[in-house]
């Protein structure tokens, strides 16, 4: 009788048990080794356990320059697991806008990279979705072509992904204020950004410059970064943050000991595993042909997009803990 008793017991303690989602499969769309929020949103994503990360696609520029920054992070972060696909090279880049070029210039050659190179990336992409087994999570935070010409070679990939993006500018632009702002990501590569716009995903959610154009990391959390120096990842990071602050060319980032530049990109990695923290418009809206993303209640295109912080603070200490490990 009691064993049955403990039987029983053990039974219903473990129907109360927690259930644990297994990690998303990831594919991070990015054209890091540009703005440096890159390359803090992929340490991000490294060390989100909701978020499975199989494949970074780059986007616009030299495709194996941004490939060598991206494998020199994971080697660092021990994960080489996961593939580097290549996208279309879609301009040569100078040594001088090549802004963390120094970081991978000395030394290092991604044909050394212990992971996978996909020349190929866009068809390795359509390659990695079509036999996935389970929903892709996409995460957007560059311009991008690459992302999109897989969409139009086989749109049906969409209907197995979740997207989430960094995107657009609805009312507040760069530097937190009004008016609107052509926001890169979207001004680059406006049929592509259309293209992502259209496509059949299973659910999508963007931030724009009204949410994310205002995150960085400052005070304590800031210096909790700064003096992680027994952290590999976060010693890359603020590595590649100290070389591109005084080589960028449209900013004064002098102040990089002491803060983090606007961290956009970290808003789309959140996204992907959590709504927190963040308030939610369902919008309608067009895109000019300059970039602008302009509000209309029968805009030809519509999405979940993130307007508002319900605690901006709470995430900025949040993230600080997640880049961390402690979250």
Not at 117 to 135: K, L, P
Not at 174 to 191: L, Q, W
Not at 216 to 221: A, H, I, Y
Not at 224 to 233: F, G, Q, V, Y
């Amino acid at each position: 009788m009691m064993r049955r008793f403990l039987k029983f017991l053990s039974l219903l303690l473990m129907s109360f048990s927690p259930v644990i989602a297994k990690p998303a499969p990831t594919v991070l769309s990015t054209d890091i080794g540009s703005d440096v929020d890159d390359t803090w949103a992929l340490a991000q994503l490294l060390r989100s356990p909701e978020l499975d990360l199989k494949m970074v696609l780059t986007e616009t520029g030299e495709a194996r320059y941004r490939g060598a920054v991206t494998a020199k992070v994971l080697e660092i972060a021990e994960r080489t697991d996961v593939g580097i696909a290549l996208g279309s090279s879609s301009w040569q880049m100078s040594e001088e806008k090549k802004f963390q070029g120094p970081w991978v210039e000395e030394g290092y050659d991604l044909d050394g990279y212990a992971g996978t190179v996909h020349e190929d990336g866009v068809q390795a992409f359509i390659d990695f979705v079509s036999a996935s087994e389970e929903t892709v999570t996409v995460i957007g935070i560059g311009p991008a072509p690459s992302l999109a010409k897989a969409l139009m070679v086989a749109p049906e990939i969409a209907k197995k992904c979740k997207f989430y993006g960094m995107f657009g500018s609805f009312r507040i632009g760069y530097d937190g204020k009004a008016p609107i702002s052509n926001e890169t990501n979207v001004r680059v590569d406006v049929p592509a950004f259309r293209v992502l716009m259209k496509a059949d995903w299973q659910h999508m959610k963007i931030t724009p410059l009204d949410t994310c154009g205002i995150l960085t990391l400052s005070g304590e959390n800031y210096h909790r970064i700064w003096s992680a120096t027994n952290d590999p990842l976060m010693r890359a990071v603020i590595e590649n943050y100290c070389i591109w602050a005084p080589r960028v060319d449209w900013g004064d980032y002098s102040y990089f000991a002491t803060r983090s530049s606007v961290l956009f990109d970290s808003v789309a990695v959140h996204m992907a595993s959590s709504s927190d923290f963040l308030k939610f418009e369902d919008l309608r809206f067009d895109v000019t042909d300059d970039g602008f993303t302009k509000l209309n209640p029968k805009g030809e295109y519509k999405a979940r997009v993130a307007m508002e912080w319900t605690d901006l603070e709470g995430f900025e200490a949040y993230l600080t803990r997640r880049l961390l490990g402690e979250e």
